[in-house]
Structure formats: structure tokens, C-alpha cells
């Protein structure tokens, strides 16, 4: 296969992947052919799997998978937060073993990049912390009365409920957090990333968070991308001149130069490839959230919302075809 070809359908694919897993039960999405792949990849593979395994091992199967999802994806764990820390540890690793040091041997790049280099590393890693440290606002039996007066319920998709682990009322735009064991205030979703809940008093925390990450990898693949430039322009391969069968010549192509630059700076291409995409996905994520604080909603009630829209829309139907039939 043609060597663009590949790079293209590649990357398609992925992007694919990641629109249906972020936004394949969205409203719009959730009944038509996205919302079909995304229950695919997210639950019927996995029922598959799972009917394969217990037909292999037996019955004991079973239970130990349940132990595992349960303890993976509904109990608090530390391995995706471990997990980012180990994709910053290795990037950061990349970009001082290779792309630090040329920075001050292009005459066409600033110095003043190292202080950039450094706030927006330090912006990172403090956001980040504040995310995982700061309460995410946890309502106990001393506050909840505060809660209480700030949240009323609105009875349509906050109805007065009590908490039975907690044993207080659940204030409205609360939820108790499985994860966190705890009813936060203004829920707005947990992050496996900070292994902590976004709530009312750390969710400003997390959309800078996001915000950070977003500005690293914009700023990395614009650095990358003009160290690779100024090395690439100042490289003697530009001079090669190619010959076809005919003898004709040709000056080198744009696909002999990428493949030179995955050859001769295979770490950095890399570094620049991963933090481009992750870049654009911060993008979304940073979008929906300003979308979200401009409507003054949470993750957890637009969820809540679509599935009251949902409903109505059910019943509609349902009234539409009892008035047909009288
Ligand atoms: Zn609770």
C-alpha cells in the first residue's frame, strides 16, 4: 500500500475510534450508526469475550471477571491516573533527550522558549495536583444544610432523595460518587486521569487542567514541527536530485523527505505524532467544558437531560398512537 495511503487510513481510523468512544451515546449520536459501534466496542465484544471465557474455564470465570470490571471501572484505583503519569514522565523524557537541546542551536528559535518550556510544565503538574488534592466539595451531615439552601430540588431531574450511605438529603445537582464513596456537590463526573471527582469546589481545577494539557501539546507540536523544519531545510537531502527510468530528473519528493525525518528523528516524529492528536481530542474536551460552564450545566446533567428528553419524546409517541386507535 501506498505509503501515504497507509498513514491516512490510520490516522482516520483512530479518529474514528476516539469520536465514537467520546461522543457515541450523545443525544444525537446514541440511536444511529455511530451509537451502534460505540455499543460494540464499549459492551458487545466484551459479552462476547465473556461468553467465550466462561465456556472455556466454567462458571468460576464469571465471578472473576465480575471482581475485575467492578474493581477496574466502579471502584477508586490509581491505575489511569498512574498511567497519564507515565505517558508525561515519558514525554517529558523525549522532548529533553531530543528536542531540549537543539532548541539553542537554531539561530531562528528564541531562548526564550526554555522559560516557556518550564511555565508551561509547571502549570501542568500544579493543576494536575490540584485536581487530585483538592476536595471535590463532599456534603456531610455538618454542611449539608448549606447545600441544601443553595441546591433545592427542582423536580424534574432533582427529586428530594436521601442518601443512604451517607444518611443526609441529597441536595439537587448532587450525586453520591461510587468511586469517591461521598455525595459531592454539583457533581460533575469522575476523572480516572486525577483518580478524583469533579465537583463544585475543584471543577474550575480540572478545565484548567485540561487547558494546560492542551496548551502542551499545542506548544510541543509546534516546537517538534519547527526543529524538524529548520534541521530538514538545513540537511544537504533537499540537494538530492532523484532519476526515473527515463533518466528524467526530479527533485525529492515530499514522501522521501517524511520518510527521512521517521528515520533519521524517529523519537521526535513520534513524540510529535502522539501530542498533535492528543492535542486535538484536549480540544474537544476543553470545548464541551467552556460549552458546559457557558450553560451552566454539568457532564452528569446532560446526561440527565437527554434522557429526560428521551422519555418525553417516548411518551409523545406513546400518546400520538393512543389517539390513533381512539
Ligand atoms: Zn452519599
Redesign the pocket.
Known sequence: MDFFLFIFVYVGFLSFIVYVLLFGQSESNRNGFIGYVHSILTYEIWAFLKKMLVKIFGKSADTFLKKIVVYMCLTWNPFMMLFYVAILIGGFFVFFVWAFPEIIQIPTISSWNYVYIFLIIANVITTFLLCVFTDPGS?TKDNVDIYLTHFPPDNLIFFPKF????K?Q?PARSK?CRFV???VARYDHYCGWVANTMGLNNYRYFVLFLIANMIMCSYASYIIFRILYYNVKNSSILDLVFFDKYGNPSPISFSHILRYIIVEYRALFGLLIMVFMMGIVLFAFVAYHLYLIATNTTTNETFRYADLKEEIHMFENFKASQEQKD
Open positions: 456534603i442518601c443512604e450511605t451517607c443526609i441529597r453520591h464513596n461521598k455525595c
